[in-house]
């Protein structure tokens, strides 16, 4: 049975695209998640919504309990995640309003916890394939027969924040390969693979970072801006995708087995 576990990003927690609609609330190991799990169905679909920062968007980013959320995901039974995020350009060609579904992330976080096996056992998770191709690939499917403009394949840096990026480290970023900047798929995608769920994030581009010296320089007002004009853009995304999702042999589900020590 697929049961999907939505993260919603900044903007995009909106429990009211789900029919049958009922919160609960959550307790895991690893402490409470960032706010009520909302539960009901799009489509006949099974579907758990979590606010990544919390309703209120009152969680930044680094004091986000990626762990719990994930966890309660798991716990609720989800087999497949779709994450939202807002995020910065480093490209040019990925103007604000772009949705962009990264194959690869590079990690700059420092304060996280990555694991859930910090404790009694080690974990080496393999992540040379950190997002789930197959759903993906969907999703990239999906986005084009609705005519969104979308950019897959494209790689994520996730910083720290809460602070934006200088124009030095913009550059370097670019330099580096990365062509969208944000502050929450990691560690999420990470506990995900190590929860066996397929997950694949969902970027919105809402700013072009301050690499360039023609652009205005972000700001959180712009941000939120350019999420509200695109988020039905997301929802209709996710209506159309749902759908379609099937519980399928996946490397994401089996890729635990071999990582413990």
């Known amino acids: ?17 789900l029919k049958d609609k009922q919160e609960i609330e959550a307790e895991t190991p690893y402490g409470k998640p960032s706010d009520k799990l909302s539960i009901g169905t799009i489509s006949g679909i099974d579907v758990v919504i979590i606010s ?6 009152s969680i930044m980013p680094s004091n ?15 087999t497949h995640v779709l994450a939202s995020t807002a995020c910065g ?13 990264p194959d690869q992330y590079i990690d700059r976080t420092t304060k996280r916890h990555c694991t ?4 009694d056992k080690v974990c080496h998770i393999a992540m040379e394939q950190p997002f789930c191709e197959k759903l993906r690939e ?6 084009k027969e609705l005519g969104l403009k979308h950019c897959p394949d494209k790689t994520v840096i996730t910083i720290e924040g809460p602070k934006f990026s200088t124009k030095a480290e913009s550059r370097m970023y670019r330099a580096w390969g990365a062509d969208i900047i944000n502050m929450s798929t990691v ?16 970027a919105m581009a809402t700013d072009y970072d301050c690499f360039a010296e023609t652009k205005e320089n972000v700001t959180w007002e712009q941000i939120v801006k350019i999420m509200k004009q695109n988020s039905e853009n997301v ?4 209506k159309a995708v749902i759908p379609k999702i099937k519980d399928e042999e996946c490397s994401c589900k089996t890729a635990i087995n071999s990582a413990l020590v």
């Open 187 to 202: 560690p999420e995608v990470v506990l995900a693979r190590e929860a066996g769920l397929c997950y694949q994030a969902i």
């Open 235 to 238: 929802k209709r995304l996710w």
């Open 64 to 78: 986000v309990n990626f762990r719990a959320n994930i966890w309660a995901l798991k716990e609720q039974g989800c």
């Open 89 to 101: 350009s480093l490209r040019e060609e990925i103007a604000p309003g772009t949705l962009v579904f």
């Open 52 to 57: 990544r920062h919390g309703k209120k968007h």
């Open 1 to 17: 049975m697929v049961k999907i576990g939505i993260i919603g990003g900044s903007g995009l927690d909106d429990p009211d695209i």
């Open 116 to 119: 859930f096996h910090d404790k």
């Open 138 to 143: 969907l999703i990239s499917e999906t986005a």
